[in-house]
């Protein structure tokens, strides 16, 4: 039964273990149903690649909670993306999948790490040009501060005290890692 | 460093399914109700086709416009055009409408490579020199089988592919023979020794892989692809055929032939196609035509090209993101 996991590299400071990760989705989940009753219309939208296994915990977690059927999808923001000319930025893109009606709908749009709010500020142009939900929320597992948009989270994780120049990396079992979220001092370039 | 698309000849593997892994994103975009991302807002391309063409044309003023930059046509009657010269100043001007990207038809083979040459801070895209290349017509053929494959848990690799027509002046054949060659698969060339002389293989791909038929029904057997070529009227005046009919006679891919040599193929074509010359309306139509596809797809690859190479233009520049 021992599951063998990918290493993350010994410099990189774990803040949130596999228990508190799980503990959190779990609390998120009840914040989430308890802000809105009505699930009817809700709908997990993770954010490729970071959101995506996160928000299909949540939506797991919200169905078990629930006993119904709550809509899960995934959105690629890097065709919508302020970046673009920058060559570091990753090329490939994954494709957008939102197998449910996005007008009128209560959309919970879900990231891993929330830094300056630009990705979120992406997902909600990339999500306005499939419909006019009725509301879109924001679920993120690490809040990390440094703002440079007027973007806040709904429902946070943990808030996350670092320096700017930090990075935060989360890693989960779906990508073969053992749960965790990481403080790590800027990699060399 | 400002990146081109001019040919398929020394793309890798890699390079090839990035476009291809690309343009399947892209095919989503083009169905749904707002076919429009915002990705190349502010980025100017400038369509400019020597030669007269609809399909390619429009097909790249779409992919523009769906990844919202700002596209402008210019056609240009190839009989105004005196070579050499008047390309180098037709690229100078447009150089100083500071375009981020050109995409180019020519005639003459190798003009949009020259045109590269000139432009500092411009990608160029290869809409069809002449018989040489046409990198994006090859690129959505692969995208169609690699859609197609896919439904029958295959991938494009390990593929028997065969050309059938007028192979020596088609630049469609030779930007897919060199994509396949890349990908490791078997390639036909199939026609007329006039139009696919013995030894054009040797000369144009500088290989002995490519097998050369002038018996239709030999070089079709247990073929997994057939690309039917457009025969183009004029060659029966510059006599590489005889005529159309007898040509059509030896050389049309009927559903009689496929069925019997080829029962497992699917059918190309580049298209604008001449039933009953090259191809038969009953395979143009039928199941194993995946023709229509062929048009569909153009919109999405194109829109991955444009997107791959007008990243690369501009000052690059150290954006934060989270």
């Keep these: 039964m021992t599951a063998k996991y990918k290493p993350v590299p010994r410099e990189w400071q774990l803040v949130m273990d596999e228990e508190t990760i799980s503990r959190a989705i779990s609390r998120m989940s009840f914040e989430i149903l308890e802000k809105d009753r009505d699930i009817k219309n809700l709908a997990i939208v993770g954010i490729r690649t970071g959101g995506e296994y996160l928000g299909k915990r949540l939506q797991q977690e919200i169905q078990r909670i629930e006993g119904t059927e709550v809509s899960y999808g995934v959105i690629d923001i890097t065709l919508y993306r302020d970046d673009l000319s920058s060559s570091q930025s990753q090329p490939t893109l994954r494709g957008t ?21 630009r990705t979120i500020r992406s997902a909600l142009d990339a999500i306005i040009d499939f419909g006019r939900p009725r509301r879109v929320e924001l679920a993120v ?35 073969g890692y053992r749960d965790g979220a990481y403080l790590i001092e800027r990699e060399e370039r | 460093m400002v990146d081109h698309l001019l040919g398929i000849q020394g793309l890798s593997k890699s390079d090839l399914y990035r476009y291809l892994d690309t343009a399947h994103s892209f095919v989503e975009v083009s169905e749904r109700d707002i076919k429009k991302v915002p990705t190349l807002r502010g980025k100017t391309i400038v369509n400019v086709f020597f030669e007269p063409s609809t399909r390619t044309l429009s097909s790249f003023d779409i992919a523009g416009k769906r990844l919202s930059a700002d596209t ?7 009989s105004s055009v005196k070579k050499g010269e008047t390309l180098i100043d037709t690229v100078r001007t447009l150089e100083s409408m500071n375009p981020d990207v050109i995409v180019m038809r020519h005639s003459e083979s190798g003009a949009p490579h020259f045109a590269a040459k000139h432009l500092a801070r411009t990608s160029v895209v290869n809409a069809g020199d002449g018989a ?28 028997k592919i065969g050309f059938v027509g007028d192979v020596r ?5 030779r930007s897919s023979v060199w994509a396949h060659l890349t990908l490791g698969n078997e390639v036909r060339l199939i026609g007329p020794k006039t139009l696919v002389p013995e030894d054009f293989a040797r000369g144009a791909f500088g290989t002995d892989t490519i097998k050369v038929y002038s018996d239709l029904a030999e070089g079709l057997k247990d073929l997994d692809v057939v690309v039917s070529l457009r025969m183009q009227l004029e060659r029966q005046e510059e006599h590489f055929v005889p005529n159309l009919d007898e040509y059509s006679k030896e050389y049309c891919i009927s559903e009689r032939i496929l069925a019997r040599q080829a029962p497992g193929c699917v059918v190309l074509h580049p298209g604008p196609m001449n039933r009953g010359t ?6 143009a139509d039928g199941p194993r035509s995946l023709i229509r596809n062929q048009v569909t797809n153009g919109v999405a690859v194109r829109m991955a090209v444009l997107y791959l190479l007008a990243r690369t ?9 989270g």
């Design chain 2, 72 to 78: 402008i046509n210019v056609s240009i009657g190839a």
């Design chain 2, 169 to 173: 002046h088609s630049r469609v054949a």
């Design chain 1, 141 to 175: 597992l690490c809040d990390r501060g440094y703002r440079e948009l007027p973007i806040q989270a709904d429902y946070v994780g943990k808030v996350i005290p670092c320096q700017r120049s930090q990075l935060v990396r989360v890693r989960l079992s779906e990508m």
């Design chain 2, 132 to 159: 040489h290349e046409h990198p994006t017509q090859a690129l959505l053929d692969l995208l169609t089988l690699k859609q197609y494959f896919a439904t029958k848990k295959r991938g494009i690799e390990g593929l």
């Design chain 2, 313 to 321: 233009v501009g000052a690059p520049e150290e954006v934060s993101h």
């Design chain 2, 278 to 283: 090259e191809i038969s309306g009953e395979v």
């Design chain 1, 97 to 117: 999948d939102l197998p449910f009606r996005i007008a009128g709908s209560r959309i919970v749009l879900v990231d891993d790490v929330l830094f300056t709010g």
